[in-house]
């Protein structure tokens, strides 16, 4: 394939300036809220994570896992999917699986039961993307770069929301409660998307590659599942290696296929555009920070005071120090859009990330305090915030239109695999300086520090990556 034809920072879809303001808000919040529920369904049980560990054993993991590994591979193949048969369909099954998943977790307690729950609960993750190119191909410019922007945020924004939320239901009810507001969320937004939003222009129609989404399939799951284990397999261990050498050649199988297609579900000359590739590897190192920032806040301020830097604070306190960073998202998201406007996608996306830079190193002197940790995170969410906005504008604009599903997919991909890198560094270097607690090791006030400042120098490349990123498409 060769250089995309030039498509607009936002592209307009179906001669949607006609669209009045009160549909173009309703489009937005019936998508915004299954992008949410979707977000939600990956951070809602992590606070609760310890609790059913001590109930199922160590089987309990795998209720994180599953949804993981599912979410990743839902998330490529449904943004294909969508190109080919349509946006809104694609859309409405990824939330009619996260709704029935929820129902299934919200009804039983058989370990089973709940991972089979759980893993259908990782199609709702591919609605961030899905609603990215629906709301692209509906919503007239003027309107769709703040509302682009808004659901491109919604994966750190759940992410903040849904610790304190758990906290506050689980206090009360108990986890059960939880997934019946996954399900009473994620139909509120089935409903109303099939009454308000209209289908997207601009279906390719083809069949799809069977091959590939095998071959992808298997190199996610090679991959992702060494990095949900390695902090309890060990990072050396025989089964981590071989996994991820497995990942390495099924992902080079994977391109050898999908290069001798004319409809590839992966199209590795699209994927392989400078401009799609360093956005990309910026994805990839926002999710590092996203959930640094999740794993360097909430077992810091939860830690016992024993440990001379912790405040023993409650799960519901951790929540809420994290609250303000997901507010701080939801504001600046759709403001970003006029930033965009204005200076464009990579100098934007260079901001946000030297603000997530600014975040962490003020870590270094502002942890004496609630207040002061609580100050850093928000800035690190003022940060993610600007950058989830711009990357779709990025995408959008070095792609073709009738691309535009797939290729949000793989970069919300690439967010999520840099979500799973991070969950699984920032584990390993908590674990790596520890001292004992009541006969427990708990990690110390350096190992915080030696990853705030991984995860800063981290965000400091994705700032000079941005910066290089053309502006406009490049021939």
């Not at 173009?24 to 994570?49: C, D, K, M, N, T």
Request: glycine content about 12%.
């Amino acid at each position: 394939m060769g250089a995309p034809s030039p498509t607009p920072l936002v592209p307009a879809g179906t001669s949607t300036p006609r669209t009045s303001s009160a549909r173009a808000r309703a489009e937005l919040l019936f998508v915004a809220l299954g992008a949410l529920a979707g977000a939600l369904s990956q951070s809602l049980l992590i606070p609760v994570l310890s609790q059913l560990t001590n109930q199922y054993g160590a089987g309990a993991d795998w209720l994180l896992t599953s949804t993981l590994l599912v979410a990743a591979v839902a998330v490529p193949v449904f943004g294909r999917l969508a190109d080919m048969f349509g946006k809104r369909l694609m859309l409405l099954i990824a939330l009619a699986g996260l709704v029935a998943g929820s129902v299934i977790t919200a009804t039983t307690s058989e370990l089973g039961l709940l991972i089979l729950g759980r893993a259908i609960q990782g199609l709702g993750l591919a609605g961030i993307p899905l609603g990215i190119s629906l709301l692209t191909a509906l919503l007239p410019p003027e309107r769709a770069g703040s509302a682009v922007a808004l659901v491109s945020a919604m994966l750190g924004i759940g992410g903040a929301l849904g610790l304190p939320l758990a906290g506050v239901v689980v206090q009360s009810w108990n986890f059960h409660a939880l997934f019946w507001i996954l399900a009473a969320a994620g139909l509120v937004a089935f409903i109303g998307i099939i009454v308000v939003v209209p289908e997207a222009p601009g279906r390719s129609g083809g069949r799809f590659d069977m091959a590939g989404g095998l071959l992808l399939s298997a190199a996610l799951v090679a991959l992702l599942l060494p990095l949900a284990e390695a902090s309890d397999w060990g990072w050396g261990s025989p089964r981590v290696l071989s996994l991820l050498a497995v990942a390495g050649v099924l992902f080079v199988v994977l391109g050898a296929v999908e290069l001798r297609l004319k409809q590839p579900l992966v199209d590795v000359r699209a994927l392989s555009r400078r401009p799609i590739v360093m956005t990309n590897i910026v994805s990839v190192i926002y999710g590092f920070a996203v959930f640094g920032s999740f794993l360097s806040t909430a077992p810091f301020v939860q830690a016992p005071r024993e440990t001379g830097y912790g405040f023993g604070a409650s799960v519901i306190t951790a929540g809420l120090v994290l609250l303000p960073n997901g507010l701080a998202q939801l504001i600046l998201a759709p403001l970003s859009a006029r930033l965009i406007a204005r200076i464009g996608a990579p100098v934007t996306l260079a901001i946000g990330s030297l603000l997530v830079v600014v975040g962490y190193l003020l870590r270094f002197p502002l942890s004496g305090s609630l207040l002061q940790v609580t100050i850093c995170t928000t800035v690190i969410g003022a940060g993610v915030g600007i950058g989830f906005a711009s990357m779709p504008a990025l995408i959008n604009t070095h792609t073709p239109r009738d691309e535009l599903a797939a290729a949000n997919g793989l970069n919300s991909l690439f967010r999520n695999i840099g979500g799973s890198l991070g969950s699984a560094i920032s584990a390993s270097l908590l674990a790596l300086i520890t001292i004992d607690v009541a006969g427990r090791a708990v990690a110390n006030l350096d190992a915080y520090r030696l990853l705030i400042g991984v995860v800063a120098a981290a965000s400091a490349v994705a700032a000079v990556i941005a910066l290089c990123i053309p502006r406009r498409p490049v021939s």
